[in-house]
């Protein structure tokens, strides 16, 4: 199968969803939980679905915590979060 870029742009409001093909969008409500690995962020709208956001996609630090934080107000305790690491 050909790899397509894809796009996500989050704001407080929705998740947009963008790829050669097509593109997207759904609110934070849509979200019924989100979990954060070492290397990625896991929304799931569903129970066994699930949209995978690698942690590499962000710019810079201050875009991984402010991501961070939109989960945190947006899906409260439903949100598992990793504390970021001091250095």
Do not use: M
Not at 20 to 37: F, I, P, Q, V
């Amino acid at each position: 199968p050909e790899q397509r870029q894809v796009r996500c742009a989050f704001n407080r409001d929705s998740v947009q969803i963008s790829d050669g093909l097509g593109s997207g969008g759904a609110s934070w409500r849509a979200y019924r939980k989100a979990t954060e690995t070492r290397g990625a962020f896991y929304l799931f709208p569903q129970k066994e679905l699930f949209v995978r956001i690698p942690k590499r996609a962000f710019i810079s630090t201050h875009q991984l915590a402010g991501f961070r934080a939109i989960l945190r107000e947006k899906l409260g305790k439903a949100a598992r979060l990793q504390e970021p690491r001091v250095k």
